[in-house]
C-alpha cells in the first residue's frame, strides 16, 4: 500500500478497493485529533487499518472518521475501521447515518447494482454503533487541534448524501466524487452519474459552491491530489458532466440507446489503454453506470411537475 505525503499533516493512503493500486485513496490528517477522511471498502479494510497503524495512529488516537458519502468504495469499512479504533466518531451526513447503523437497505440496493462485483470487490460493511455516528451538517468544522478544523460542504448531485471537506490549514478540498474520476494511470477526467441520486442541478451547484470555497488543492477519491490549477479543475469537471448530460439528453430524447451514445461519443481517449487499466476504469466508473443514473435524471425531470407546467 502506497502512502505519500500531500501537504502539511495529510498522508494519502491508498485503500485497495479489490486489492488494485490508485484506485481508491483515504486521507489521514494528523494533529492532537487525528481524523480519516474515507475508509474505502470493506474488502480492503484489513489493509487499510494496518497502515495507519504504521503511520503511527494507536487504537485509541483516531479521534474521528468522515466519509463523503455512503458507497461501499467510500464507507464500507466503517464498522471495520470504527471497531478498530474505538475512541472514533463517525461523522456522515444525515441521508446516509442510518445506513451506517442498519445497513440492510443499503447492502440490498448495492447488491442489485453490483450483482456478484458486491462481495467479489467491494465486500458488504459492518454495522456501527448508533452512539458512535454523528451528523455532519453543512458547514459544520471538525476540529483537528491547533485551530485546524475541516469544514463540511454539503455537495449533492453524484449522492444525495455526500458532502466535501476542506481543510483550514492546506486549503485542499477533499471532493469525494463530487468532480469525477480521474485514475493517475488513465488521466481522463470522467464524471460520476451513477443512479439511483444523480442530479445534474445539484452536481453543477456542487461544483460551484467548491469554486467559491477557492480551495488551494483537489483530492480526489478516485484518485489522489490532482497536479493542475483547482479553478481549472473543477471547470473541466463542469464542461465535461455538461457534454455527458447533453448527449445522455439528445440520445434518450431521440429513442437512442444512452449507453451506446455515451460510448460513442467519450471512450476513444482511452483506446490506448491496456486491456487491464480499461477494465479497471469501467468496473469502477463504467459508461453503463453513468448511462443508467443519466437515464433515472432524465426521466425524474421530465415526470417532475415543475417540468410539465
Given at each position: 500500500?502506497?502512502?505519500?505525503?500531500?501537504?502539511?499533516?495529510?498522508?494519502?493512503?491508498?485503500?485497495?478497493?479489490?486489492?488494485?493500486?490508485?484506485?481508491?485513496?483515504?486521507?489521514?490528517?494528523?494533529?492532537?485529533?487525528?481524523?480519516?477522511?474515507?475508509?474505502?471498502?470493506?474488502?480492503?479494510?484489513?489493509?487499510?487499518?494496518?497502515?495507519?497503524?504504521?503511520?503511527?495512529?494507536?487504537?485509541?488516537?483516531?479521534?474521528?472518521?468522515?466519509?463523503?458519502?455512503?458507497?461501499?468504495?467510500?464507507?464500507?469499512?466503517?464498522?471495520?475501521?470504527?471497531?478498530?479504533?474505538?475512541?472514533?466518531?463517525?461523522?456522515?451526513?444525515?441521508?446516509?447515518?442510518?445506513?451506517?447503523?442498519?445497513?440492510?437497505?443499503?447492502?440490498?440496493?448495492?447488491?442489485?447494482?453490483?450483482?456478484?462485483?458486491?462481495?467479489?470487490?467491494?465486500?458488504?460493511?459492518?454495522?456501527t454503533a448508533r452512539e458512535r455516528v454523528k451528523v455532519l451538517e453543512d458547514g459544520e468544522r471538525i476540529a483537528l487541534g491547533g485551530g485546524r478544523t475541516l469544514t463540511a460542504v454539503y455537495s449533492p448531485g453524484h449522492a444525495k448524501h455526500h458532502m466535501g471537506l476542506h481543510d483550514?490549514?492546506?486549503?485542499?478540498?477533499?471532493?469525494?466524487?463530487?468532480?469525477?474520476?480521474?485514475?493517475?494511470?488513465?488521466?481522463?477526467?470522467?464524471?460520476?452519474?451513477?443512479?439511483?441520486?444523480?442530479?445534474?442541478?445539484?452536481?453543477?451547484?456542487?461544483?460551484?459552491?467548491?469554486?467559491?470555497?477557492?480551495?488551494?488543492?483537489?483530492?480526489?477519491?478516485?484518485?489522489?491530489?490532482?497536479?493542475?490549477?483547482?479553478?481549472?479543475?473543477?471547470?473541466?469537471?463542469?464542461?465535461?458532466?455538461?457534454?455527458?448530460?447533453?448527449?445522455?439528453?439528445?440520445?434518450?430524447?431521440?429513442?437512442?440507446?444512452?449507453?451506446?451514445?455515451?460510448?460513442?461519443?467519450?471512450?476513444?481517449?482511452?483506446?490506448?489503454?491496456?486491456?487491464?487499466?480499461?477494465?479497471?476504469?469501467?468496473?469502477?466508473?463504467?459508461?453503463?453506470?453513468?448511462?443508467?443514473?443519466?437515464?433515472?435524471?432524465?426521466?425524474?425531470?421530465?415526470?417532475?411537475?415543475?417540468?410539465?407546467?
Open positions: 500500500m502506497a502512502n505519500r505525503a500531500i501537504g502539511p499533516g495529510i498522508t494519502e493512503v491508498d485503500t485497495l478497493l479489490g486489492g488494485w493500486e490508485r484506485v481508491t485513496a483515504g486521507y489521514l490528517l494528523s494533529g492532537d485529533a487525528p481524523v480519516l477522511v474515507e475508509t474505502g471498502s470493506q474488502s480492503s479494510a484489513g489493509e487499510l487499518i494496518s497502515a495507519l497503524q504504521k503511520l503511527g495512529v494507536d487504537a485509541n488516537s483516531l479521534a474521528a472518521v468522515v466519509v463523503t458519502h455512503i458507497h461501499l468504495d467510500h464507507a464500507g469499512g466503517v464498522g471495520d475501521v470504527a471497531r478498530a479504533f474505538p475512541s472514533a466518531t463517525v461523522y456522515v451526513h444525515e441521508k446516509g447515518a442510518r445506513h451506517l447503523v442498519d445497513p440492510e437497505r443499503l447492502i440490498s440496493s448495492a447488491s442489485r447494482v453490483y450483482g456478484p462485483l458486491l462481495d467479489s470487490l467491494y465486500g458488504r460493511i459492518t454495522p483550514s490549514e492546506s486549503g485542499i478540498m477533499f471532493v469525494g466524487d463530487a468532480v469525477g474520476v480521474k485514475l493517475p494511470d488513465i488521466g481522463v477526467l470522467r464524471p460520476a452519474t451513477p443512479p439511483p441520486d444523480f442530479n445534474y442541478e445539484q452536481a453543477i451547484d456542487s461544483l460551484h459552491r467548491f469554486a467559491e470555497r477557492r480551495p488551494t488543492g483537489i483530492a480526489l477519491a478516485h484518485y489522489g491530489l490532482l497536479d493542475e490549477d483547482p479553478s481549472e479543475i473543477l471547470e473541466e469537471a463542469e464542461d465535461t458532466l455538461t457534454a455527458w448530460a447533453s448527449e445522455a439528453e439528445r440520445a434518450w430524447r431521440a429513442g437512442e440507446d444512452i449507453a451506446e451514445a455515451l460510448a460513442k461519443a467519450f471512450t476513444a481517449d482511452l483506446d490506448h489503454l491496456t486491456p487491464q487499466l480499461r477494465e479497471k476504469f469501467e468496473t469502477l466508473n463504467g459508461v453503463h453506470s453513468n448511462a443508467a443514473g443519466l437515464r433515472r435524471w432524465l426521466e425524474q425531470k421530465a415526470s417532475s411537475p415543475e417540468t410539465n407546467e
